[in-house]
């Protein structure tokens, strides 16, 4: 899928619309979800034009792949939630309901989070 230059993180990017910064160097920009599902609701995005995982972990090189993932585990350490534990969920394409084509992890904690989805097996 081509990368969709207008999408609303691609817009955070460009400084066009405000987000709440909680972490920025070169390659990463964090920011609390404007929603938030949790205590803890952190948005993890690469500054790359990336729209998910998928083409993230086939076109980018390791070291800029590797520096992301470190960048998630340093926000939830900063954020405080490492030691109680948290969850990291990225949504992929169709199937994942993802809803903002540019690659973004959550990081969810401060409360106890439930099961990883409804458990429709009984
Ligand atoms: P996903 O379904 O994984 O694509 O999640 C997109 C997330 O982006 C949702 O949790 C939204 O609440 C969040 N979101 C949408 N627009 C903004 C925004 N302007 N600033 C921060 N978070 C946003």
Known sequence: MAYDQTNIFARILRGELPCDTVYEDEHV???????????????????????SLDDFTADAGPEVVGHYFKVVGEIARKAGVAETGYRILSNIGGHGHQEVPHLHV???GGRPLGRMLPDARG
Not at 34 to 50: C, E, S
Request: no cysteine.
């Open 29 to 51: 920009l964090a920011f609390n979800d404007i929603r938030p599902l949790a205590p803890v609701h952190v948005l993890v995005i690469p500054k790359g034009p990336y729209t």
């Open 106 to 108: 959550h990081v969810l």
